[in-house]
């Protein structure tokens, strides 16, 4: 099959769905690679690299629709593209299958395969190829330095010869990919930095990443975020005023907000209100990350950077990732060869279109004439749903003190019973044996007891130090080789002789490397 | 100097013996507690070589100065993680000791009778209407005889019927515990396959020599001359190699804490045939201790003591549950990061650090680490490794500070809050099946939850099973990565990478 990628059409747009490095790759699984002139010109991949990389350059897009039997790309089709869309050809890209029926329709009606790239489920198999993901990631990183570089002050606090800086305080609201990332960055440029998500099991990740969480006072059983395949679902009334109760305590603290909040196909929720942003000191910087979906904060502008009347910088760029082109497009590029992959099982360069596997089916919004959106749930589960778990009643006073009454009882039959059993084993060994015998069996028995009371109390780390001491001593055999070596037989002597000799060795042997082993163990 | 004085030395000795025992309960007091042991030693061998009956004192002076450079040589030479081979090799030495002294208590019963004979005497005659026996031999003979002949020439005959069976009890524990510990050594060292194996016949074999030693045992009782003894012995021996033989490699911290108990007991057996309380006392120390251990090990493997001795993995019911996903590794640069990245860190080592001998480069990884502030612990499951304790006494002596070291008890429940978990040569420890799959054959074993971590890395030498050849679900779940290769090149690999 021949797979291409025009030119983006959009303006502004300068990613490119496919890189030198991403072809080659694809050339493996037994396909050839077109490309229109001059599409990777804008994120840095001349004409020249990707010739060398085996791929074939055609001048127009028109002749590059014509050529490629799978035409690969960022954005969403304009409408002429829509137009060169034929019969059996598909369409890899973001095709925001939500709210773009009529191009769907036509696409369908076309007989052309459409492949969403935001419908690749969220499942682990399908993390390879999950380019909202690799793009919001970009973005997270993008928004940092973006605020950044409209902020006027060090991220990081410092005391200089030339005065003291503060360090500044980030807000970043939802903990998604995005999120997180835009996390990291700022910790790592040293900003102080406090997160916020509607989903508390985040606060881990959030945590762990090295922000604080910013936790409500608010108790309401939370949809469990594995329920929604890990995205955000819309909260109660009650749950936002709590919210934005907290957000408005932080409006006047906090230097960067960067707000990340979407629901999937929906318009994004307004969380950073206009009292918010006056409350803001001057100089201050919100991102917005969620302006295409009308933005988090109603001030924002789409595509645009606007200074408010105190001085707050507002950012509603939607192009992050097209701002790191290079980046982003290795990063697509990779995305959309990852799917292919998935597309070609046999890496003959024949595409087997299978409707039956999660992900390729979950992606896919057209095929054979058919509308097929939205798709079934997943067969496998993204996250694991938080078993619920059983607590065991807590036992009553009455209950845990008849317990251990009963437990008591239990222990006195077993103690009483074991004792009259020994007892009586010994009363019957007495009649038997001569008197001789049971002052040392006393004493046996006696030292077996004291044995069990002192080992108990040995330490777990101590078990090997046990068994070399107890080692040694037990060589106290000596004691009968020494009494017997006197002996007037030769024969006696002798077996009396080897036994002292390696008993000896054992005494040695063990009571030394006790010691060693000993004088390792240190505290720190 | 009579036996009045013996005694109390001996009093004095077996005290600092319990002291000894007593004082391992923690690491500071075992220090002092090792000094208690070597006195009560040196008092209990001083006062018997003082002491009446003892004779050729240059003889035994010699052989214990011989003994004690050949047993300095083996303490200082041997190293940490050879502990395990060394300590069975040593139980084999006591064992031998006890059957030599076994077979001299024979000999002297029966040179007794030969010189009671030749006096026209019955040794262990009862003299009419007491309890007492008559000695019956002249004065001079007797007080030419050595302290033990002297010893036996005032038993009864149902006292000296008695010392039989001791002697016979002693010597037969003690061939067991020999052989029993060459074969553990054998298989320590890696010079015997540590797989069980068990010759055709298998229990039946060795319950047959178990029935044959008790006919043995009864005929040489009733007379039957000292042939029956040394059969005896070739019969406990075939025991203990075949017993040991039939039990895998996973089992050895049980096994060696079972041969230390035996070797107590044998001991414990000569001393009553010798009347000798101090040898009865430490005897029954040494082998109640042991019995304890290994209590405690099979406790730790949720194994029943008698189908461990018996040997092999009981026969698992139906099917196991089939193991899912894939093995995902790793390189050295990805554990560096998640490692750099994490707050709280715990090490599970096992025996496969051991044998790489790995600890050092544990140890410096764990310095580094540490110093950056991070919090690091190492897991200690109570049957990691081949030894009770031997995970301990490796990281003690690669100087890992022991308060860092926790057992699982103690470290289990902390599992969720830790970032990552490396697992170092061990397997079966942490072994979800052994909760998740009640079919699985270590079902039931606690295990450590090391899953539970954020991110779990395995350093390994390659994907086969571990010892128990039993498949580990833990290396293919999600969150844990297989860093394989020889886990001391692995561990001192992490340590340039970790800033």
Known sequence: MKIGTPKEVIEGEARVAMTPDSALQLQKLGHDCVIEAGAGKAAGFSDKDYKSAGVEVVKTAAALWKA??????????????????????????????????????????????????????????????????????????????????????????????????????????????????????????????????????????????GAEFVYLDFEEEQTDGAATGGYASVSSPEFREAQLAKFRELAPEVDIVITTALIPNREAPELWTEDMVKAMKPGSVIVDLAAEKGGNCKLTVMDEKIVTDNGVTIIGYTDFPSRMAAQSSSLYATNIRHLMTDLTPDKDGVINHDMEDDVIRGATVTHAKEVTFPPPPPKVQAIAAAPKKEVAPEPTPEERKAAEVAAFKKQTMTQVGLLGVGGLLLLLVGLVAPASFMQHFIVFVLSVFVGFQVIWGVSHSLHTPLMAVTNAISSIIILGALIQIGSSSFLITLLAALAVFMAAINIFGGFLVTRRMLAMFQKS | MEFGFTTAAYVVAAVLFIFSLGGLSGQESAKRAVWYGIVGMGIAVLATLIGPGSGLLLLSLILIAAGAAVGYQLATKVQMTQMPELVAIMHSLVGLAAVFVGFNADIMINTMSTLFAENGQVLGAVKEGTRHTAIGLPKEIYNDLSAFGQLIAKKSSVEIGILRIELVLGIWIGAVTFTGSVIAYGKLAGRVDSAAKKLPGGHMLNAGAAALSLILTIMYLSGSGSWTLVLLTLLALFIGYHLIMGIGGADMPVVVSMLNSYSGWAAAAIGFSLGNDLLIVVGALVGSSGAILSYIMCKAMNRSFVSVILGGFGGAQGEQMAVEGEQIAIDADGVAAALNEAQSIVIIPGYGMAVAQAQQAVSELTNKLRAKGKNVRFAIHPVAGRLPGHMNVLLAEARVPYDIVLEMDEINDDFPDTDVAIVIGSNDIVNPAAQDDPNSPIAGMPVLECWKAKQVFVSKRGQGTGYSGIENPLFYKENTRMFYGDAKDSVSSLLPKID
């Open chain 1, 68 to 209: 490629a039997d799978v035409v690969a790309k960022v954005r969403p089709p304009v409408d002429a593209e829509m137009k060169r869309l034929r019969d059996g050809q598909t369409l890899i890209s973001f095709f925001n299958p939500g709210g773009n029926e009529t191009q769907m329709n036509a696409a369908a009606k076309k007989g052309a395969t459409v492949v969403a790239m935001e419908m690749v489920p969220r499942i682990s198999r399908a993390q390879k190829m999950d380019a909202l993901s690799s793009m919001a990631n970009i973005a997270g990183y993008r928004a940092v330095i973006e605020a950044g570089n409209n902020f006027g002050r060090f991220f990081t606090g410092q005391i200089t010869a030339a005065g003291k800086v503060p360090p500044a305080k980030v807000l970043v609201v939802g903990a998604g990919v995005a999120g997180l990332a835009a996390i990291g960055t700022s910790t790592s440029l040293g900003a102080i930095t406090y997160a916020f998500d509607v989903r508390p099991e985040v606060a881990e990740q959030v945590e762990s990443m």
